[in-house]
């Protein structure tokens, strides 16, 4: 993460990708180099009750205020864009704004939320979901880590409160609109040929932990037919989600795994694996649930396995805000008509990836932006977008924000 003001970046890790999980060392990294980045545009610096960075400029009591940006933490091993790329081209379109000598007649934020990628806790968009009242206290106080730390416990260590989570409605009545520019997800503007792009809707999505009980046992003397193995359960049901998957039209992945005991010479116990499934409407995303669930629990029958299915999170569909996103579409159009003498028309385009923008979505009008990525990949260190992509994001960020904050 580049720009002026200093500050440590999180190193990478030995894959080479980033692990900036929530409330840990290199999160802390995070947040000290938004602060400073911040101050060095003389913008004023304030944290929420659920531990989002807020950058101001102008009266954020003022209200009607245009709110951009997008989070700092990563999924295990993730790349460099997803999530800064949005936070980084935010400072950078105002130092744009200010090169042009624009007057702001609206109050401006920066805003770096935080836990976005769910990676540490296990659920998406904490701390949007926290502000927009999608997630109780209670709910937050239940999360824990992969060592049993809860979420309040992680939060008092790294020197926040957690008693003060909860939704925060005055804050968003303050708020006239969020745009928050990201990588894209995906090759469709690698496809048509456009550096940027916007976003139409966010598919249906949510994740279902599925825990596979059967019998530990010696691999070495237990024979085949009197093995009572989760193992092999879980893998015919991954190998069922991909099926169901492409009748559907849909994607769904079995990404994460925990084994007990884990032994290279013992028949597990328990093997828990973690669907995320997504479609581009409920039904479908139904149909691929469903069809997963019943599946597994035909296999579990078949071979002793106890199964038990827990619905840990979910996203209906997100539609963003038509006006925003019709404004947006008028801005850039008009933006890329005088610059090239085109039509200017901007590609406007679904995802199946979730964002703190479809979170804020019922309680603000919001949109969303999205820079090309050549090669589709993302949630790895092989993700990536071209310079020259990233600055006209920030240019097309910029022109947005001139059209909403100064005119």
């Known amino acids: 993460m580049g720009g002026g003001g200093g500050g440590r970046a999180p190193p990478r890790d ?21 602060r400073m980045q911040a101050e060095a545009r003389r913008l004023d610096v304030e944290t929420d009750r659920n531990g989002n960075q807020w950058a101001w400029l102008g009266d954020p009591t003022a209200g009607d205020a245009v709110v951009t940006g997008s989070h700092l933490d990563s999924v295990p091993d993730g790349g460099a864009f997803d999530g800064p790329l949005g936070v980084v081209s935010s400072f950078a379109a105002l130092d744009e704004l200010r090169a042009r000598g624009v007057s702001f007649r609206r109050p401006l934020a920066i805003v770096n939320f935080g836990d976005e990628e769910g990676a540490r806790f296990g659920l998406a968009c904490v701390g949007s979901r926290l502000t927009a009242g999608r997630l109780t206290k209670e709910q937050a106080y239940e999360l824990r880590d992969g060592d049993g730390i809860s979420l309040p416990q992680a939060m008092e260590a790294a020197g926040y409160d957690p008693e003060a989570i909860g939704p925060d409605p005055e804050r968003l009545a303050r708020i006239g609109a969020f745009v928050e520019l990201h990588v894209e997800q995906g090759r469709a503007l690698d496809l048509s040929g456009d550096a940027v792009g916007i976003a139409s809707s966010i598919w249906p999505h949510g994740r279902w932990r599925y825990d596979f009980a059967g019998e530990a046992n010696h691999a ?107 404004e947006l579409s008028r801005i850039l159009g008009d933006s890329a008509a005088g610059t090239t003498g085109t039509s200017g028309k901007v590609p406007v385009l679904g995802t199946g990836a979730g964002h703190d923008a479809g979170i804020l979505s019922e309680s603000i009008p919001t949109a969303m932006l999205f820079v090309r990525n050549p090669t589709g990949v993302s949630h790895s260190p092989a993700e990536f977008a071209a310079e020259d992509d990233c600055l006209a994001g920030v240019r097309a960020l910029a022109d947005v924000l001139e059209e909403l904050a100064c005119r």
């Open 220 to 326: 070495g003397t237990t024979r085949l037919v009197d093995r009572r193995d989760p193992m092999l359960t879980y893998a015919e049901t991954v190998l069922a989600a991909r099926r169901e998957a492409e009748l559907a039209g849909a994607v769904a992945t079995f990404g994460k795994i925990a084994v007990e005991p884990n032994g290279v010479n013992a028949i597990p116990s328990l093997v828990r694996g973690w669907l995320d499934a997504r479609a581009a409407d409920q039904g479908a995303l139904d149909a691929v649930v469903t069809g997963v669930e019943t599946a597994a629990r035909d296999y579990a029958d078949r071979h002793g396995i106890d199964l038990t299915v827990v619905r840990e999170s979910f996203t209906p569909v997100v539609d963003f805000s038509h006006a925003l996103r019709d």
């Open 14 to 34: 030995a894959s080479g990708g980033y692990r900036r999980y929530a409330w840990t060392g290199a999160d802390a990294d995070c947040r000290l180099w938004f």
